[in-house]
């Protein structure tokens, strides 16, 4: 297993291998169960805040305001997205220049929850190049039974975007799907994880998820890393969402590490 040292998480090289092979790798650290209750009891907390909106939708819940949720919550989901370890990981694969500039909570209540259509990230960000890194951390239990994420393994190798099209469906999380022929559905795998694990995937991995049709919750918290060396393009960005509208161009972006070579704009520098 890999351990924790102390300058603390790091790939082995068969876990980069993985991931630079496949678009994603599940590393074999994993959070405390003290850590997994206290995102619990902070999901809780966040649910109680926001009853009006779905729990799947709530897009950043690091920035103070969205939401309407207050800083003494969105202080603490800053805190997760800023963890060492995490970023010790992340930094193994987009390296030390490194930005928050997005995250999601993804909470699909039992026997319902929506679906989220096959997609690449890259289709809706405003980022060029595109160069980023998801870290799916999994709050509950996560498996194939209540909505797991599914991914097609190697098909980030082209870095290309493939065809989309627009879903404005009420059952769909997002407003766009890729086309049915750019799939291949017989390579899919399913990225089950459990409490307190999560896993890393790339900008251009096919993936997507179905509706939680068990009697158990499927929560997770998504954390976005792009490497400062990419730009994000305010003037270009736009909502992926059929059920939130996410004002990406004026989302402020958070410099963990190293250098920012952007152009600064709405930039706050979380470096310690």
């Known amino acids: 297993m890999n351990q924790n040292n102390l300058n603390g998480w790091s790939l082995t090289a068969l876990e980069q291998e993985d991931y630079a092979k496949n678009g994603l790798v599940v590393p074999a650290v994993r959070l405390s169960s003290d850590d997994v209750a206290d995102l619990?009891?902070?999901?809780?907390?966040?649910?109680?805040?926001?009853?009006?909106?779905?729990?799947?939708?709530?897009?950043?819940?690091?920035?103070?305001?969205?939401?309407?949720?207050?800083?003494e919550i969105t202080d603490k989901w800053l805190a997760v997205c800023q963890r060492p370890e995490f970023l010790d990981l992340v930094s193994n694969l987009i390296g030390d220049d490194m930005m928050l500039w997005g995250s999601q909570l993804f909470c699909k209540p039992p026997r319902t929850g929506l679906e989220v259509p096959w997609h690449q990230d890259g289709h809706f960000w405003p980022?060029?190049?595109?160069?980023?890194?998801?870290?799916?951390?999994?709050?509950?239990?996560?498996?194939?039974?209540?909505?797991?994420?599914?991914?097609?393994?190697?098909?980030?190798?082209?870095?290309?975007?493939?065809?989309?099209?627009?879903?404005?469906?009420?059952?769909?999380?997002?407003?766009?799907?890729?086309?049915?022929?750019?799939?291949?559905l017989d390579r899919v795998e399913v990225d089950e994880l459990p409490a307190g694990a999560f896993s890393l995937?790339?900008?251009?991995?096919?993936?997507?998820?179905?509706?939680?049709?068990?009697?158990?919750?499927?929560?997770?918290?998504?954390?976005?890393?792009?490497?400062?060396?990419?730009?994000?393009?305010?003037?270009?960005?736009?909502?992926?969402?059929?059920?939130?509208?996410?004002?990406?161009?004026?989302?402020?972006?958070?410099?963990?590490?190293?250098?920012?070579?952007?152009?600064k704009t709405g930039v706050y520098d979380l470096r310690k």
């Open 40 to 71: 619990c009891k902070l999901l809780t907390e966040t649910l109680a805040k926001t009853p009006g909106q779905r729990p799947e939708t709530l897009v950043c819940p690091h920035i103070e305001g969205m939401n309407g949720l207050p800083r």
């Open 127 to 184: 980022i060029e190049p595109l160069a980023t890194c998801t870290l799916w951390l999994a709050i509950d239990n996560v498996d194939a039974e209540n909505g797991a994420m599914l991914y097609v393994p190697g098909s980030h190798l082209a870095a290309q975007l493939f065809a989309h099209a627009e879903q404005p469906s009420e059952e769909s999380a997002l407003n766009a799907e890729m086309l049915s022929s750019e799939v291949d």
């Open 201 to 263: 995937h790339d900008v251009y991995l096919v993936h997507g998820s179905k509706p939680n049709l068990s009697d158990r919750r499927r929560a997770g918290f998504v954390v976005r890393y792009m490497p400062t060396s990419s730009h994000y393009d305010r003037a270009s960005a736009r909502s992926g969402s059929n059920h939130v509208a996410t004002n990406l161009a004026d989302r402020p972006l958070f410099l963990l590490r190293g250098e920012d070579h952007t152009d």
